[in-house]
């Protein structure tokens, strides 16, 4: 009997995604409809807009756009962050960023965990944005104490799940019917609870510290709090939610409409309060909200050189708005972010030869027919029509955008002032391994691809 292969795991990965969305699906009916908004949008804007549906065909996009996706989870403890990363790891993802949201006043620090090479991408290019509770930062010591003795007791893996990770750390994979099961195990952990682990006084207390600290504490695993589809027209999706009943938030995070676009554009709408019973009560009389929808679009991965000249316009769009921006002042922030990025050059040419963004670069069919590439340079290839260059997708998170997203979900209540900031080590030491540099990614995928159009 020859042995059984192993599961690449990506396909895992691509599984694992598919039955998260199932499941998130099932409980949360809003972000069915949100998807199938989406999912209309992203039809209409291929049909109307065909050098959108050209690009997207050349990168391969164009195939992984319906299953593209990103969720998001908050642990409580170093132990429960370290396994976690184990388990990403059996389905091919892996730590990449570090986020620090203290500056908008929500205690915790931020990883991504995804795949990193651009095949991988291909497969499956499912995000998990998690973030873990930082105790240290809760002033009141009775809570913080209590926070850890509720956390120290709950373990958020199945035995099962638990073994599965050893066997393909052990083993160095899984085999289909390992596979499967650890697919189901692994859904476990991000799974909706309706009972608490705590009495409704002491959620109260949680929460009157902060509502973030309620949410990790008192509960009996990292549900997963939304999953964001991606669309190829965020205003279209933000203008037409109203209309399917949904509100979303006064503004879109992240870089101005534009007509190449960059990095990632982000809209939320807040969830409802759902039923909770505490541990003092025997129906669901409690209610909390965590769970809401979230919808992306995602541009240009941009070079240092291009995030800082995104970062400067931000900060000064932002400063000269001088508060957080909100309904109210929404029209204005949206002029100010226009007014500012209107320094950023807004065409794949400009930015490609200012070095602000990452490109990918293919042979075209002309390149093909013309033959081997001989001593010819990149950028006579380019000219001669032999390669083309399309810009690299962001694959990644920002750190602003993150806590827009977080505070809309929250409540403006939730913003606390720290005096501590940054500590990307101890983020690490609790990982129990270092996060990825997600730019020296985007450099290694745009060489790759340099390599092959020179060497094909
Ligand atoms: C995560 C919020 C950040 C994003 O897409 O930037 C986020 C959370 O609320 O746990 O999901
Ligand atoms: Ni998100």
């Not at 990506?10 to 972000?31: G, H, N, T």
């Not at 390669?387 to 809309?408: M, T």
Request: aromatic share 8%.
């Amino acid at each position: 009997m020859t042995a059984q292969p192993f599961v690449s795991p990506d396909l895992i990965r691509q599984r694992f995604s598919k039955a998260m969305s199932d499941m998130y699906r099932e409980e949360v009916p809003l972000y069915g409809a949100l998807m199938e908004l989406v999912e209309k949008t992203n039809r209409e804007v291929l049909e109307r807009q065909p050098q959108i549906a050209r690009q997207l065909h050349s990168t391969g996009e164009i195939e992984r756009l319906d299953m593209e996706r990103h969720g998001a989870i908050r642990v409580g403890t170093a132990a429960e962050l370290a396994t976690l990363a184990r388990l990403f790891a059996v389905m091919g993802m892996q730590p990449v960023g570090y986020y620090d949201l203290t500056p908008a006043g929500v205690p915790v620090h931020s990883t991504a965990f995804r795949a990193v090479h651009e095949d991988a991408l291909q497969v499956s290019p499912f995000r998990v944005f998690t973030s873990l509770l930082r105790l240290e930062l809760i002033e009141d010591l009775s809570v913080r104490e209590f926070a850890e003795s509720v956390l120290e007791k709950r373990s958020i893996f199945t035995e099962r799940a638990l073994q599965l990770i050893e066997r393909a750390e052990n083993a160095g994979g899984l085999v289909d019917i390992e596979a499967e099961d650890f697919v189901l195990q692994a859904l476990e952990t991000f799974r909706w609870h309706h009972s608490a682990t705590v009495s409704a006084a002491q959620y109260q207390t949680l929460s009157a510290q902060h509502r973030l600290i309620a949410d990790v504490v008192a509960f009996k695993g990292p549900h997963i709090n939304h999953l964001t589809p991606r669309t190829l027209d965020i205003d279209i999706v933000q203008a037409q939610m109203p209309l399917h009943g949904i509100t979303p938030k006064a503004v879109i995070e992240g870089p101005p409409r534009r007509q190449c676009p960059i990095l990632l554009r982000q809209t939320s709408f807040k969830a409802l309060d759902e039923p909770i019973a505490f541990t003092d009560q025997t129906q669901t009389r409690g209610s909390h909200s965590a769970r809401f929808g979230e919808i992306e679009q995602r541009g240009a991965a941009l070079t240092p050189k291009g995030r800082a000249l995104y970062d400067r316009l931000l900060n000064a769009a932002r400063d000269e708005l001088g508060e957080f921006p909100n309904e109210a002042n929404a029209a204005r922030y949206n002029a100010l972010m226009s007014q500012h990025f209107s320094e950023f050059p807004d065409s794949l040419d400009g930015m490609r030869e200012q070095k602000l963004a990452y490109f990918r670069y293919f042979v075209t069919e002309k390149g093909l027919a013309a033959g081997r590439t001989g001593t010819a340079s990149l950028e006579e290839l380019l000219r001669d029509g032999r390669v083309k260059a399309e810009p690299l997708v962001y694959e990644d998170f920002l750190p602003v955008s993150a806590a827009g997203i977080f505070q809309s979900n929250l409540g403006d209540a939730a913003q606390t002032h720290y005096g501590e900031h940054a500590n990307r080590q101890a983020f690490e030491t609790a990982l129990g391994r270092s996060t990825i540099d997600e730019l020296a990614l985007y450099a290694e995928t745009q060489r790759r691809s340099i390599e092959k159009c020179l060497s094909h």
